[in-house]
Structures are given as structure tokens and as C-alpha cells.
């Protein structure tokens, strides 16, 4: 993981020292988005900056990143801003209960950013608005709800 922008030695200072260590171990090095390339740049309380290499093995056509990895990308990213602020003493697990996804131009070999943006944290649900943009060029965009348990 690349260190988080924020407080005191790179992190966010209101985050669980322990939620952004489960965040790093179980979610930026599941076996998919260490396969993927996927890195976490930033986390906040409510945010998650995320970014994607391009590699070839993650086309579809030609240059063009498959649909399925952005939304894979989309949903780890998704998924790190929605456990950012959650109740480590609760938390014994999280789970994308939906998952929309706009695609609004290719991705021809680029690397992709993921801004995910918490628009709303209820006690057990999370709606998350997430952009993947390829430098100023939006790619998707998404909208994604995490349910905690």
C-alpha cells in the first residue's frame, strides 16, 4: 500500500489504526486486487483514493481495460471508503449488496484513479459514488451500496 494522505505518519488520524490495517491486509491484498495491480493512495474517514496500472492481461479488446475489472477496481474502492469510517468493535464484515456502473468512454492503455466518495453511512449500509477517471478523462462512474455486519 502507498502511504495514505493525512495526520500523523500519513493517516488519517480519525481512522481506526486497526480498520485501515484490515482494510490494507483483507481487502488491498486479497488475492483479486493484488492480481489486478489495485493500490490505495489516500483514505479518509468517508474516502478512498485508489489506482489501477494498466497491464495487459486486464483487456478485453485490443488496448481497451475490460468492463469487468473496472468494476472489480469500482468495487474495492467502493468498498475501502465504506469500512473507513465504520465501528471496528462491530464490524465483523462488509458485502456489496448493489452495484451500478455507468461506462462513459474506454480505457485504451491507460492507468485509471478511483475517487470513491461516501454519500451516505447509515448503521448498516453505506451508499458510495465512485469516478474512475483516467487523468481528466472520466471513465465510469458508479454508484454502490455496502452492507456492514
Same mark, same amino acid.
Request: aromatic letters at 2%; charged letters at 25%.
Given at each position: 500500500m502507498t502511504a495514505p494522505q493525512g495526520g500523523k505518519d500519513g493517516a488519517d488520524p480519525r481512522i481506526d489504526p =486497526?480498520?485501515?490495517?484490515? &482494510?490494507? #491486509? +483483507?481487502? &488491498?491484498?486479497? /488475492?483479486? !486486487?493484488?492480481a489486478l %495491480? &489495485? *493500490?490505495? $493512495?489516500e483514505l479518509a474517514v468517508d474516502r478512498a483514493v485508489l489506482s489501477l496500472p494498466?497491464?495487459?492481461?486486464?483487456?478485453? @479488446?485490443?488496448d481497451i481495460? $475490460? %468492463?469487468? @475489472? &473496472?468494476?472489480a477496481f469500482i468495487d474495492v474502492a467502493g468498498v475501502a471508503a465504506a469500512l473507513s469510517g465504520a465501528d471496528f468493535e462491530t464490524l465483523r464484515g462488509s458485502a456489496t449488496s448493489s452495484l451500478s456502473i455507468s461506462y462513459l468512454? /474506454?480505457?485504451?492503455?491507460?492507468? +485509471? =484513479?478511483?475517487?470513491? +466518495? @461516501? +454519500? =451516505? =453511512? %447509515? #448503521?448498516r449500509q453505506v451508499v458510495i459514488?465512485? *469516478?474512475?477517471?483516467?487523468? *481528466?478523462? !472520466?471513465?465510469?462512474?458508479?454508484?454502490a451500496t455496502t452492507s456492514l455486519f
Open positions: =486497526r480498520l485501515s490495517e484490515r &482494510i490494507d #491486509r +483483507l481487502l &488491498i491484498g486479497s /488475492p483479486v !486486487a493484488c %495491480g &489495485i *493500490t490505495l $493512495h494498466f497491464k495487459k492481461e486486464n483487456v478485453t @479488446v485490443e481495460v $475490460h %468492463g469487468g @475489472v &473496472i468494476a468512454a /474506454p480505457a485504451r492503455s491507460v492507468a +485509471l =484513479r478511483a475517487d470513491a +466518495l @461516501v +454519500l =451516505r =453511512r %447509515g #448503521r459514488d465512485v *469516478t474512475v477517471a483516467a487523468g *481528466t478523462l !472520466a471513465v465510469a462512474k458508479a454508484l
